[in-house]
């Protein structure tokens, strides 16, 4: 009889588990990819190279992410600056940028070391293909516009939100600049991707 009672009782617990996940709001099942959850700030998703506001490329052609890259995914050749036409400020720019994202482990030690901001990281993360070719995005894909709207290797993707390519830079705004507190209230970096960012709060220890 006891074993029975404690067989019942065990029962009980786990069908009101059960309801409460259902019809309350213990249900974790998302619908993906209908549905895309909301990515945490810092979260790591694809590389996307940035242009300052006048329409110049950040990157200078340094290989500093390149030579940082753990996974050794990154492929970048520098190139002297037309004098009459410059692709960037400086006296070299990225000539060529290649990713293998099937390499990368996406750790952001290449945004860590870029000291322009060239390279940031998105929060698109679904980048399924089915050519090894396909997965190494370039410089075509990577760049963003002279507008500031981001590219992609595919111009449609069911599974794919591309407004993703939008959001990100959380690893950038919780390191910039460098965390003095004279830089609080700064803008640290240029508006990219058509969005522009707030001032970061919080480098003298704010509580939030």
């Known amino acids: 009889m006891g074993m029975i009672s404690e067989f019942a009782k065990g029962l009980k617990v786990t069908f ?13 099942t998302e619908q993906y990819p209908k549905e895309f959850r909301v990515k945490p700030q810092r979260f790591h998703g694809r590389h996307q190279l940035n242009r300052y506001p006048d329409g110049t490329e950040k990157c200078i052609g340094c290989e500093l992410c390149a030579g ?7 492929y970048v050749r520098g ?3 037309p004098p009459d036409a410059p692709v960037s400020p400086g006296e070299r720019y990225g ?3 290649d990713i293998n994202m099937l390499r990368c ?10 000291p322009t901001g ?13 050519d090894r070719q396909d997965a190494i995005y370039t410089k075509k894909e990577l760049l963003v516009n002279e507008d500031g709207s981001p590219n992609h290797m595919f111009d449609d993707d069911p599974l794919a939100n591309y407004e993703e390519l939008t959001e990100g830079d959380g690893w950038m705004r919780a390191t910039a600049p460098a965390g003095r507190a004279a830089y609080e209230g700064v803008v640290g970096w240029t ?17 939030t």
């Open 16 to 28: 009101g588990i059960g309801m409460r996940t259902v019809f309350k709001d213990g249900l974790v």
């Open 68 to 74: 940082v890259c753990p996974a050794h995914c990154i």
């Open 79 to 81: 190139a002297d600056n």
């Open 95 to 97: 000539f060529v940028y």
């Open 105 to 114: 482990i996406f750790c952001g030690l290449c945004v860590e070391a870029c």
């Open 118 to 130: 060239a390279i940031t990281m998105t929060h698109l993360f679904e980048m399924s293909v089915t």
């Open 191 to 207: 508006p990219r991707a058509g969005k522009a960012r707030e001032p970061e709060k919080g480098q003298s220890g704010e509580e």
